[in-house]
Nanobody, 115 residues
Framework: QVQLVESGGGLVQSGGSLRLSCAAS????????MGWYRQAPGKQRELVAQISSGGMTNYADSVKGRATISRDNAKNTVYLQMNNLKPEDTAVYYC?????????WGQGTQVTVSS
């Protein structure tokens, strides 16, 4: 059974930091491209950061310089370190795993940044 489980969300003050984790099971993790997306109320889901199976990274302009995505293939886990958080970062953050033939999503974790 394929499963992605996010954790690490919560309430943080503006300027604070959070580290999100996404633990995968049921997939050959090392061949999957992994991504973090977010969806704020009333808005479309958007890409935050992604890391390829080979370790190449890509970030949304809104988080460049504040976010770092990384992966630990031995632990089947992808991380998103977010620093200098802003109220506009408030959203549900989702983990995605994909290959050309398959894509799966986690259930999401809420991040709320207070001003």
């Amino acid at each position: 059974q394929v499963q992605l489980v996010e954790s690490g969300g919560g309430l943080v003050q503006s300027g604070g930091s959070l580290r999100l984790s996404c633990a995968a099971s049921g997939i050959i993790f090392r061949v999957y491209h992994m991504g973090w997306y977010r969806q704020a109320p009333g808005k479309q889901r958007e890409l935050v950061a992604q890391i390829s199976s080979g370790g190449m990274t890509n970030y949304a302009d809104s988080v460049k310089g504040r976010a770092t995505i990384s992966r630990d293939n031995a632990k089947n886990t992808v991380y998103l370190q977010m620093n200098n958080l802003k109220p506009e970062d408030t959203a549900v953050y989702y983990c995605n795993a994909r290959t050309p033939l398959h894509s799966t999503w986690g259930q999401g974790t809420q991040v709320t940044v207070s001003s």
